[in-house]
């Protein structure tokens, strides 16, 4: 064991000779030090672009030609579907269905196993000088790139749950799974504190509750930085207590006081700081509180902000770490100015890293440093905290990429991890007929009635029907309720009634809200069988307030996960006692918009 680990070792290595220790900034050209402070999308180095949104497949000599040039210090991983543009891996991937032969971005969501991608990842850092810093989400997991990854439940349930110590061990499993897939980097948690109408509320861990919010999100990036993967606090500064816009879809506002903004989000981001996040990541959201000048009749972005990334960030909260943008190609931002001279003030405003830089980008950095629309010490500046950063996980380490641990392992501890969670963050909202817990023999037919615009939903539930039939107890599902008539031949006809939503982020875009036919059910919904009803979100944790008051019980589960499914079953029949505390507030604020 001790050979083969030891010439692993050695393979390591020789594979990094052409690797440097971490470089002196007097060693370094200025291209190369540009080339830290990018971070392309990978589509964009692998795709030539034919038309809008269409991109056809770069010959292999050309992406290693432009990685020579352009020398970057970070690329997207995450979304994987470039991995087949290399012919060498060829066989490796799962197509999905509408599968274009060619088409990056149409197949930007194909699967790949672990390890052939990470050969991948390392095969990209002989193409250059300095290691490559490697960055996703994985909000949820790593399956939905990842044949052999996992999922994990969301922040809502990890809010819930209210473990520090299960918190930091999630956040190092992931990690685990990251380093298994070449990525080093990791762009969460997010800190936001928000309201129930923006889409902050299910990305963080306790939108209203800022002590909460940052016990577990120090724990988290813990968790996480423990093993060697970069942790990165979002969205700074926040959107603030009243925005309800997606700034992916619209300019956004965080229209806080500076008073307000001190004493809840900038505290949070100050013990973030403070507890040694490796990165922060930038919103497009404006903060007029600190920068009121507009630009084509709005405020400008943070994004673009020099009193916000430099004076607040780096001044006065003073934090030493990477400063990257949220992704530039968003609404809020991109069609804001030329795409030259927004380069020009994104590392003037002080960010550090730019996130989804276009391949001309070096060109224009490098000719508005030699002509003096941006100084060589901001380069510096930036080159430096990008290679500390990297110096801190262990990049310039020989035997970095050498594990103790595999892929299987990473993720049997993950979902163990997730599954403990889940049974504690089932959340009891109300039960006005104490009719919790159920009794079991009283059971035999339940009857689920499904609310959603994720058509996936209805096939997760199958994960409910299961732990039901387990426990012998017949179900029924159906999507929507068309009349109360339907209602009261399904009550007659069941001991139990669940009404089960599920409304997440971006399925579809724009508001958290069920709408339409599947909000409508809940015109006839409890009109029948209401003492023997229960109304639960799988996602969305205000489904009770905005749809499903009339539910006389009712329970916030958060996500989706099998293990959550489980979880319910198991809590609403009395096998494991409801200990979730809500991670938002039961009653929302009425004036948030």
């Known amino acids: 064991m001790y050979w083969n680990e030891h010439k692993k070792v050695i393979f390591y290595r020789l594979k990094r000779e052409i690797i440097m220790k971490k470089p002196l900034l007097s060693e370094m050209t200025l291209r190369e030090k540009i080339g830290q402070m990018l971070a392309p999308m990978h589509w964009d180095v692998y795709g030539k672009v034919e038309m809008e949104y269409d991109y056809s497949q770069s010959d292999i000599k050309d992406v290693k030609a432009i990685y020579e040039k352009e020398q970057f210090g970070v690329i997207r991983g995450e979304q994987v579907g470039v991995f087949y543009a290399d012919p060498e891996n060829e066989g490796q991937v799962e197509k999905i269905e509408g599968y274009v032969e060619g088409n990056l971005l149409a197949n930007f969501t194909v699967k790949v196993n672990s390890a052939p991608y990470k050969k991948f990842i390392e095969k990209h850092n002989t193409y250059g000088k300095i290691p490559l810093l490697v960055g996703g989400d994985f909000g949820v997991g790593s399956a939905h790139v990842f044949k052999d990854g996992s999922w994990i439940v969301n922040a809502n349930a990890i809010g819930a749950a209210d473990s520090e110590e299960l918190t930091f061990e999630l956040g190092a499993a992931i990690a685990r ?52 993967v970069a942790a990165c606090a979002k969205h700074f500064p926040s959107e603030g207590r009243i925005e309800a816009r997606d700034a992916h879809l619209s300019a956004t506002s965080n229209t806080d006081s500076i008073e307000t903004w001190w004493s809840e989000q900038g505290k949070v981001f100050k013990e973030m700081i403070d507890g040694g996040v490796y990165s922060v990541m930038v919103g497009h959201q404006s903060f007029p509180a600190v920068d009121d000048r507009k630009v084509d009749g709005r405020y400008v972005p943070s994004t673009i902000s020099k009193k916000v990334i430099t004076d607040l960030l780096k001044g006065e909260l003073g934090f030493k770490g990477v400063v990257v943008t949220d992704g530039i190609g968003m609404a809020a931002l991109f069609s804001l100015f030329p795409y030259e001279q927004l380069i020009v003030e994104l590392v003037n405003a002080g960010n550090d890293i730019i996130l989804g830089a276009k391949l001309p980008s070096g060109d224009i950095i490098e000719a508005a440093v030699l002509d003096g629309r941006i100084s060589e010490e901001r380069i510096n500046d930036a080159c430096q905290r990008v290679l500390d950063m990297k110096e801190k996980i262990g990049l310039f380490d020989d035997d970095y990429g050498v594990l103790s641990y595999t892929m299987e392992e990473a993720v049997a501890d993950t979902l163990k991890i997730s599954e403990e969670i889940a049974k504690r963050s089932i959340t009891l909202v109300r039960d006005r007929y104490n009719l919790l817990p159920l009794n079991k023999k009283d059971i035999k037919k339940v009857s689920v009635i499904i609310s959603t615009h994720a058509d996936g939903f209805v096939y997760e539930l199958e994960e409910l029907k299961k732990a039901f039939n387990e426990r012998g107890i017949e179900v029924y599902m159906q999507r929507r309720l068309k009349s109360a008539l339907e209602l009261k031949e399904i009550s007659d006809n069941s001991d139990l009634i669940i009404y089960a939503a599920d409304v997440h982020m971006h399925a579809p875009a724009g508001y958290l809200r069920l709408f339409g036919d599947e909000a409508y059910t809940y015109y006839h919904a409890f009109n029948h069988g209401k003492e023997k009803s229960i109304g639960v979100s799988f996602g969305y944790p205000y489904v009770h307030y905005d749809t499903m008051e009339n539910a006389p019980v009712f329970i916030n589960a958060y996500n989706t996960r099998p293990e959550t499914m ?6 609403i029949l009395g096998e494991i006692e409801i200990v979730g505390k809500t991670p938002v507030l039961i009653e929302p604020r009425v004036n948030s918009r």
């Open 177 to 228: 799974q990251m380093k298994c897939t070449g990525h080093n980097w990791r762009w969460c948690p997010p800190v936001d504190l928000g309201n129930r109408n923006n889409n902050m509320c299910m990305r963080t861990f306790a939108i209203d509750d800022v002590d909460r919010t940052i016990r577990l999100s120090k724990a988290y990036i813990k968790g996480m930085q423990s093993e060697g």
């Open 566 to 571: 489980k979880a319910f079953v198991a809590a």
